[in-house]
């Protein structure tokens, strides 16, 4: 079975879509299915019309060019024009069974056309919805002109697609409330490889005593800072935590939008030394830095964007045995469960996010059962080739159409 994915980035950038796309690309490569991948014109790194990075073929579509690429209506009608015609090439040259166009909607309005001009049935997966994701990122507004044009079309391709999959619960209950029906829509759900992933080792201490973090008690966070992950409220919950334990100190991994304002804002609080802003890191390096952390918190806000979607990065703490503790939002809620694979506390508060984190930082004895919990909530629910398996009834049902 040939699939063609239509992609809207892909390797040598580094996020969770990216992830997950390999995640399920390679187990579809182990299920002897044949995987070719397609980047649309949003894919910006520069690089010829088919590269190689670790081992995958990309196939790529030019980014938009000249004056109107820099205007956003216009250069979104740019890409879902080029990548129509780059599909044209692409299905002449591979003779592909199935299209499967991931988010966003960019993606599938021209892989739905594709499909029908070469009776091609096509397969629309749903990460997230880009209107909620403005919203959280403050470039739109829920009552503005763009989210309900975006919200509008969305709608269409859903409808317009032979089958529609999405990572998680939430997101398909948005879907079926816009009228698809339910036997359309299949939950494929985020995931994660456990034989991937090493167990919690040692500390590194020279890498602990060069962050300052020799003799502390860590919490960590390690992926990207947008505002929706939260990361203002573990600051300023920081210095009610440290009046009861005083060793206490927050390791920040990564980097994003928001950077510049949380230093601004440990600076305001005095956080001082009791925050470490460690930078990205190289892949290889994540697990060292895994190492220093006590306990990995996850202070999600509660808005659309996190009530419905699923993270990665939960997952991949739990496949490693790390402890964790996350706010109570509805996209958390699928992946951990108070007191048996993790901890919860209330959003949007830093006083309720400091005694959820205290709560669990004086439950160490439960820290073995937990760890044991997720890892077996992982290896049973939550491994690429439990999740990757439900493609095959919607793809055999696509063909047998």
């Known amino acids: 079975m040939r699939v063609l994915h239509i992609l809207d980035h892909s390797l040598p950038l580094q996020s969770g879509y990216v992830y997950r796309t390999l995640g399920i690309v390679d187990q579809q490569h182990a299920l002897g299915w044949e995987p070719i991948l397609l980047t649309s014109g949003k894919h910006y790194p520069p690089g010829p019309a088919r590269e190689e990075?670790?081992?995958?073929?990309?196939?790529?579509?030019p980014a938009p060019a000249g004056l109107g690429a820099r205007l956003p209506l216009w250069r979104d009608l740019r890409i879902i024009a080029d990548l129509e015609q780059r599909l044209e090439q692409v299905i002449d040259e591979v003779r592909p069974d199935i299209l499967h166009a991931h988010s966003p909607v960019l993606n599938a309005l021209p892989a739905i056309r594709a499909g029908r001009r070469h009776h091609l049935p096509v397969v629309y997966e749903v990460r997230a919805f880009w209107e909620d994701a403005a919203v959280s990122h403050g470039t739109a507004s829920r009552t503005g002109l763009r989210y309900r044009a975006s919200r509008m079309i969305e709608t269409r391709a859903l409808r317009g697609a032979d089958?529609?999959?999405t990572i998680c619960e939430g997101l398909r209950g948005d879907i079926l409330s816009r009228g698809i029906a339910?036997?359309?829509?299949t939950v494929v759900p985020n995931a994660v490889d456990p034989a991937s992933f090493r167990s919690a080792g040692a500390p590194d201490p020279a890498l602990a005593a060069r962050?300052?973090?020799?003799?502390?008690?860590?919490?960590?966070?390690?992926?990207?800072?947008?505002?929706?992950e939260g990361l203002a409220l573990l600051l300023k919950a920081l210095p009610l935590m440290r009046r009861r334990r005083p060793r206490l100190r927050a390791l920040l991994v990564g980097g994003g939008p928001e950077e510049p304002g949380l230093r601004r804002l440990a600076g305001d609080l005095g956080l001082g030394e009791s925050v470490v802003f460690a930078g990205r890191v190289p892949h290889s390096e994540v697990p060292r830095y895994y190492d220093l952390v006590d306990l990995l918190v996850f202070p999600r806000l509660s808005c659309r964007l996190t009530e419905l979607v699923t993270p990665l990065k939960p997952l991949e703490a739990m496949a490693q045995q790390r402890v964790v503790a996350a706010s109570n939002v509805g996209g958390h809620r699928e992946l951990v469960e108070h007191g048996k694979t993790g901890y919860m506390f209330p959003p949007d508060d830093p006083a309720?996010?400091?005694?959820?984190?205290?709560?669990?930082?004086?439950?160490?004895?439960?820290?073995?059962?937990?760890?044991?919990?997720?890892?077996?909530?992982?290896?049973?629910?939550?491994?690429?080739?439990?999740?990757?398996?439900?493609?095959?009834a919607v793809y055999e049902r696509l063909l047998r159409r």
């Not at 502390?216 to 505002?227: P, R």
């Not at 439950?363 to 073995?368: G, K, L, Q, T």
């Open 211 to 228: 962050l300052g973090l020799a003799g502390a008690e860590v919490l960590g966070f390690l992926g990207s800072f947008y505002s929706y």
């Open 352 to 392: 309720a996010l400091a005694e959820g984190v205290l709560a669990a930082l004086a439950d160490r004895d439960s820290w073995p059962r937990i760890r044991a919990e997720a890892l077996r909530f992982i290896e049973s629910k939550r491994s690429w080739r439990q999740s990757v398996a439900r493609y095959q």
């Open 182 to 185: 339910p036997e359309r829509v």
């Open 163 to 165: 089958a529609v999959t």
């Open 53 to 61: 990075i670790d081992g995958r073929v990309f196939l790529r579509t």
